[in-house]
């Protein structure tokens, strides 16, 4: 009796349990996680797209003063971000350097 899979005996029902082990275990999961992250990029670069051709509709229409508050405000969102992303990345970058 083993805690563990038994990767060392090459008998076929052995090999195929292993194989679909590996498959459904670590193939499968790491699949439909890639396959949601491009899903997710796909619609960020989509999204993106419809938003800059929206402001640049907008931008001939404000004023410089409302141009100005509104570069200042996304600034100001961008650091937000950067200072919430970075404490959670951090850990998993090489050396945990943030």
Known sequence: MSCSFDYLTRSAANLAYNYCLMGFEFVLPVSVIVVCYVGIVVSVRRQAGELR??????????????????????????????????????????????
């Open 53 to 98: 051709d929206i402001q640049t509709s907008i931008s001939g229409q404000q004023s410089d003063d409302q141009q100005l508050n509104r570069m200042h405000r996304d600034k100001r969102m961008q650091e937000y971000k950067l200072a919430t992303v970075r404490p959670f990345s951090s850990p998993w970058s090489s050396g945990g350097v943030p």
